[in-house]
């Protein structure tokens, strides 16, 4: 769908084949129940998140870790590349910061959102909080506010 027809058909459902019968890499399920945190980069979640989380025990590692984090792949509700605005609309997610929040379900604790789109620190949640941030990486300083937000995140949620 991607490389070979350029993402230009409408997605309406998604299979991972053979998802059901992989396996998690060797210490990967430990590694996620001991980290402090997991950090979710910036990714289409149906078409780059989805089809880990599809992988046998991985999403309920995740499911049971109280510090979750996911940066949105979008500014200004759009996405810089690729199509995951497009795929995210026509599962039936919606469409910008609710999207993504859709996408990831009761999966994460926090999503920080571009700053781009920070009116929708109003879509924070009983399970997710939504925090607005600089979340582009260039030039460096805007890098370095990204880090320090995860950062502080990861502290807080260390707190509770």
Partial sequence: YFVERGHRDEVRTLRYDGADVATAAPGVIDAIANADAVIIAPSNPPLSIWP?????????????????IAVSPLFSGTALKGPARQVLESLG????????????DALIDYLIIDAGDSADTQLSNARTVVE??????????RAQDLVATITRLIGETNAN
């Fill in 52 to 68: 880990i989380l599809a992988i046998p025990g991985i999403r309920h590692s995740l499911e049971t870790h109280d510090r979750v």
């Fill in 93 to 104: 997610l919606g469409s910008g910061t609710a999207s993504i929040l859709a996408a990831y």
């Fill in 132 to 141: 607005a941030v600089d979340t582009r990486l260039t030039p460096v300083d």
